[in-house]
């Protein structure tokens, strides 16, 4: 009787697992954690890497990184370069212990701003409309705007608390977020689709952030994972991901370049399917999805690994196994 | 020119060549009342409030450097001075029709007018005390006294306040100035040190007007600090002398900070027992959380109060509460811990506007924080912090003994301020929000639909000649 180690039983498991529908229901629940959790008292800080809106006060169960980090940034400049901004390098700590557990995988598995954007996917594609596609050329250019967000989520606060710009300038970005409308919607609370007329800066601040939730809420539509291709939080992300503990690996000698990787990725990243000589194979754009991993059909040509220790192997079973549940990838 | 002017007049008044008949017609009353000293100098007239204030700080500068350099100074004027020509404006400034303000400079004797006529709808929320009951001010200014017990002012209540009396200047009233100035409010205090607060104690029944509250000799004073994580009973605070205006005492941990400035004096065969309190709620993002919890839930009151105002906290009020205009805020009157019924309890609002109700029978009180702050839409300000000013009173037949002097009623008064913003109705729309995000939302996905159909090539059947 030779049965096979049980730890193996479970890898060939974990490989084979229907993992559109995993990635579903952790979706959800990871949404309905942060925008609900607040309702039971789950109050996971203020450090998150990804949006789980502050704004939204009733629900949250935490608050996203980047709304203490305009206001720690936009202080007065007497109190920015003191002792006092001890706390800015304490917060970044925070945020990024909590980044290194899963990298970019927040965006691809618990981002509820995400989950929206493939929820929002899913209409389209259940509606029989077709997606689209940046060309190459689009791409190189528009990659570059998540940088530019960055810097100036930095640079803006620094500008009011220097007194160079308006206090209704703050927190820039998370004026334009979409999330700061959408989310709080989740638990009634419309109060963010407003216009603020107390002052010039203010209504130009508002009027841009409903224009740019509109843009999402069509561009969502149209084009999947529409926003995290300008998302700051995956810059600020991908700079700081050497030390995270959830890598994707690549082995381009068994990768036959099928483009099955590439077919399925939201976020059109082409390197995924064509590099075949870097390991590590997340770029900027990646969200960490796995699903690049799960269409796979070579055995440990792409891998997700933990702390070293390969998690979610690409294997033939898997896929053919997926194939034949009629897996909706690329659609 | 207009400061050459008062010069003028001023050097005239020190000379003693007019009198101090024609100094009820000089504009400007700080140089009407410069005596034998050379007229200080004041910012121009159409300075903005930043100007001013920059100009008042640079003198106060000079005058330090000058202090410390033992150089001859021109010296402040002093608190009778000041009482006078705030009279002499109010007197100036008392709308046609409205009684004028009386020797102690009543501020509050136009801003009642104001608040009865706006009261009128609600008339069977006022009170109607009879004689035997009049209030105690009324009844101070029968008797030409301050109601001020304890201290002494410009008249009416005593108040403890986190911003001192603006400084006479009447464009600086109703604008960002006044209350707003935050000139001692030294939230964040040293740059690496705690947290610290200021307060000023003050005089009068508008929060505006009201000035310094004075030390009144004949009362007994005391001044109570309750820390969060203090004992119940407080902590005596040094009484204010040697002409200090304020007192400042540090938070260094979060939670709510009561200040309760108590004075007793006996006025004939009645007691006047005074309690100004003021609430300060230090919170902060960080720190310990446990520490939040505990100073969000824990009491407010400090039993060994005679009088004290408490406002009532709604049960989903965050740290960082805010009171906005058109919001209902309950008040709760005490007396040694214990509900006082059937107190009069008075709202004045940060222009003077007032309401009077009476508690029931658990000590509770609600007013409705009306909007008045209408400045001209360039000048509005989302973030404009108006002042409001509650003042309970209840008279008790009580006997006693106060300095061996024997007493056979009490009239107690209560005092609280707070604050209260624009309500973000008065500048947030929803229509345009909704508007525009539909418009962008329909022009958007026109866009695309149009960009794709003028993409979709038309279908063209090719046939191919097999034979």
Not at chain 1, 87 to 94: A, V
Not at chain 2, 5 to 32: F, K, N, P, R
Not at chain 2, 96 to 105: F, I, S, V, Y
Request: aromatic share 10%; net charge positive; with cysteine.
């Amino acid at each position: 009787m030779s049965a096979k180690p049980v730890l193996q039983k479970v890898r060939d498991a974990v490989n084979e697992v229907d993992f559109n529908r995993f990635r579903f229901w952790f979706q959800l629940v990871a949404f309905v954690l942060f925008v609900y959790g607040g309702y039971l008292a789950i109050d996971l800080g203020s450090k998150l890497p990804f949006f789980s809106c502050g704004y939204n006060q009733e629900g949250r169960a935490g608050v996203c990184y980047l709304l203490p980090l305009q206001h720690q940034l936009g202080r007065n400049w007497a109190v920015l370069f003191s002792i006092a901004s001890l706390s800015i390098l304490t917060g970044f700590l925070g945020f990024a212990l909590w980044f290194i557990v899963l990298n970019k995988g927040w965006c691809g598995f618990v981002c509820p701003l995400g989950t929206l954007q493939d929820w929002i996917s899913a209409l389209r594609r259940r509606l029989g409309i077709r997606f689209s596609n940046y060309t190459h050329g689009q791409f190189a250019q528009l990659t570059k705007i998540k940088f530019v967000l960055l810097a100036l989520i930095i640079l803006i606060p620094l500008g009011v608390g220097g007194g160079f710009f308006s206090h209704d300038m703050s927190p820039p970005f998370c004026l334009i977020c979409p999330a700061r409308m959408i989310l709080p919607i989740f638990t009634g609370d419309l109060s963010q689709f407003t216009i603020d007329f107390s002052s010039k800066t203010a209504v130009a601040m508002t009027a841009l952030g409903i224009s740019v939730t509109a843009l999402f809420l069509v561009g969502s539509f149209v084009k999947k994972r529409f926003f995290c291709f300008f998302c700051p939080m995956s810059a600020l992300h991908y700079l700081i991901s050497k030390p995270a503990l959830l890598k994707l690996k690549k082995d381009g000698s068994k990768c036959t370049r099928c483009g099955d990787c590439y077919a399925v990725c939201d976020m059109e990243i082409k390197e995924i399917a064509d590099d075949v000589t870097t390991t590590n194979i997340m770029t900027d754009d990646c969200t960490l999805c796995l699903k690049c991993v799960a269409s796979c059909p070579e055995t440990g040509a792409l891998k997700a690994t933990f702390a070293g220790i390969p998690i979610f192997v690409s294997t033939e079973a898997g896929f053919i196994k997926r194939m034949n549940k009629g897996c909706q990838h690329g659609k | 020119m207009k400061a050459l002017v008062s010069a003028g007049l001023g050097l005239l008044l020190s000379m003693g060549l007019v009198g101090g008949v024609l100094a009820e017609g000089v504009t400007d009353e700080h140089a009407a009342h410069a005596t034998s000293e050379a007229p200080r100098a004041r910012p121009p007239e159409n300075a903005t409030p930043e100007e001013k204030r920059a100009f008042y700080q640079k003198r106060a500068a000079e005058r330090a450097k000058a202090e410390a350099a033992g150089e001859p100074v021109a010296p402040r004027p002093s608190e009778a001075q000041i009482a006078e020509w705030r009279a002499k404006r109010e007197a100036r400034e008392a709308p046609a029709g409205a009684p004028a303000a009386d020797d102690h400079g009543h501020g509050a004797t136009p801003a009642k007018g104001r608040g009865e006529s706006g009261t009128s709808k609600s008339a069977q929320d006022k009170a109607t005390p009879d004689k035997a009951a009049a209030k105690p001010e009324e009844a101070a200014r029968g008797s030409g006294r301050s109601a001020g017990m304890g201290m002494r002012g410009a008249g009416g209540a005593i108040w403890l306040s986190d911003s001192p009396p603006s400084r006479g200047d009447a464009s600086a009233r109703g604008g960002m100035g006044g209350m707003s100035g935050m000139g001692g409010m030294a939230m964040g205090g040293e740059r690496s040190g705690p947290p610290s607060k200021r307060l000023w104690l003050r005089a009068g029944n508008d929060p505006q007007k009201s000035g310094f509250a004075r030390e009144d000799a004949e009362a007994e004073s005391e001044t109570l600090l309750v820390r969060p994580q203090g004992p119940l009973a407080g902590e005596t605070l040094p009484p204010l002398a040697d002409g200090k205006k304020n007192l400042a005492f540090e938070m260094p941990v979060q939670g709510y900070y009561r200040v309760y400035a108590s004075s007793r004096k006996l006025q004939g065969e009645t007691l006047n027992v005074s309690v100004a309190k003021a609430e300060i709620a230090n919170f902060s993002h960080g720190g310990d959380e446990e520490e939040r919890a505990q100073a969000l839930t824990a009491p407010r009151i400090l039993e060994s109060a005679p009088i004290e105002i408490v406002r009532e906290k709604a049960p989903d009020e965050k740290m960082f509460f805010q009171l906005k205009s058109g919001d209902e805020q309950a008040f709760v009157v005490l007396q040694k811990g214990l509900p006082v019924q059937g107190a009069r309890v008075r709202f004045v609002s940060h222009e003077g506007w007032s309401k009077e109700a009476v508690s029931d029978e658990q000590g509770r009180v609600s007013f409705q924080v009306i909007r008045d702050y209408f400045p001209a839409w360039d000048d509005f300000k989302k973030r404009f912090k108006a002042s409001y000013l509650i003042i309970a009173e209840a008279n008790a037949a009580e006997k006693g003994v106060f300095k061996d002097q024997p007493y056979s009623n009490v009239r107690y008064q209560a005092t609280l301020a707070g604050s209260y913003y624009p309500s973000p109705d008065d500048y947030r729309s929803y229509a345009w929000g909704l508007g525009i995000g539909l418009l962008i939302v329909l022009f958007c996905g026109s866009a695309v639909y149009l960009y794709r159909r003028r993409r979709v090539k038309p279908f063209q059947e090719v046939r191919f000649d097999e034979r």
